[in-house]
């Protein structure tokens, strides 16, 4: 079956780092663009950033432009989410979801509804 996994959230102070990974299993990721939510209680869930099957085009909400990058390794099956300069604002459940695509390079939206592939979330809280 199509899984993915997220690992990498944590506790952080504000301004601090965190890496997220995103493993697939039951199938092949590079035939996908990944994608990364996050939803905070009591919120709607936000669309952060996605990344073609390539990794050549990037799409990021303007909440966390500047700070976080997305990337993907195909030969690992695996996606991230590099955070950086966190804020206490951006604790959440971040999850990655996956959507199959025919373009390598195709633009990325992040307000796609129908996935794949969606992962358990992982907990990331900024917090002093």
């Known amino acids: 079956q199509l899984q993915l996994v997220e690992s990498g959230g944590g506790l952080v102070q504000p301004g601090g780092s965190l890496r997220l990974s995103c493993a697939a299993s039951?199938?092949?990721?590079?035939?996908?663009?990944i994608y990364w939510f996050r939803q905070a209680p009591g919120k709607e869930r936000e669309g952060v950033s996605c990344?073609?099957?390539?990794?050549?085009?990037?799409n990021y909400a303007d909440s966390v432009k500047g700070r976080f990058t997305i990337s993907r390794d195909n030969a690992k099956n695996t996606g991230y989410l590099q955070m950086n300069s966190l804020k206490p604002e951006d604790s959440a459940i971040y999850y990655c979801?996956?959507?199959?695509?025919?373009?390598?390079?195709?633009?990325?939206?992040?307000?796609?509804?129908?996935?794949?592939?969606w992962g358990q979330g992982t907990q990331v809280t900024v917090s002093s």
């Open positions: 990344i073609s099957r390539s990794g050549g085009r990037t």
């Open positions: 979801a996956a959507k199959s695509a025919a373009l390598l390079s195709g633009l990325c939206v992040l307000s796609t509804t129908d996935f794949d592939s």
């Open positions: 039951g199938f092949t990721l590079n035939y996908h663009v």
